[in-house]
């Protein structure tokens, strides 16, 4: 596993970013394409279909979105997990501060989407505040109760998919002096 300074072993052209729900995955992989020029594609857009359904085509998206020479993209999702670590070749852990940091990002970040009635995926918007307490799953819960699984799961995929450098972020500073330091200079070597 690489640390925010190390140099990376290779130009990324497939690229995934891990981590629990609002820890900034998909901000960082904006950030990532601006630099790799490789496209994002925000996975729960391709999973999330009208009324939060999971979208029939999911999977045959995935498997399109992972055939093209250069991506980024989240690593969530069971069905489609393995098939994206066999085909990437650098994911990003964000392992941030989750009292700190991730759980006050989810909530701000619910709250703001719900209150303005911001369009999520496929017209779905944030339920409404009350469901925290009555859905499993609703975000800020997920949140909460997932927040150690990928500290499983990342040494587990790197002891099975010895292919995939992995990067493990630990603070919102050390992903700026990856962004600006090893991605900019692989990009650029």
Request: charged residues 30%; aromatic residues 8%; hydrophobic residues 40%.
């Amino acid at each position: 596993m690489l640390c925010y300074d190390d140099p990376l072993p290779v130009r990324p052209r497939r690229v995934l970013v891990a981590g629990v729900s609002g820890s900034g995955k998909t901000t960082l992989a904006e950030r990532i394409e601006q630099v790799t020029s490789a496209p994002h594609t925000e996975i729960d857009a391709l999973f999330h279909g009208p009324s939060w359904t999971p979208r029939e085509e999911f999977l045959s998206d995935v498997e399109a979105v992972v055939a093209e020479d250069a991506w980024v993209t989240e690593w969530q999702y069971s069905p489609v997990r393995g098939l994206l670590a066999d085909r990437a070749e650098l994911m990003i852990w964000l392992d941030l501060p989750f009292t700190r940091v991730v759980l006050p990002r989810v909530v701000r970040r619910t709250l703001r989407r719900r209150l303005r009635r911001e369009e999520l995926w496929n017209g779905n918007i944030e339920p409404p505040l009350h469901t925290f307490f009555t859905d499993r799953e609703h975000i800020v819960r997920w949140s909460v109760s997932t927040r150690n699984t990928y500290r499983e799961r990342i040494p587990a995929l790197a002891a099975t998919h010895p292919h995939l450098a992995i990067v493990r972020l630990r603070s919102t500073d050390e992903a700026e002096r990856w962004l600006a330091g090893p991605l900019r200079r692989a990009v650029s070597g």
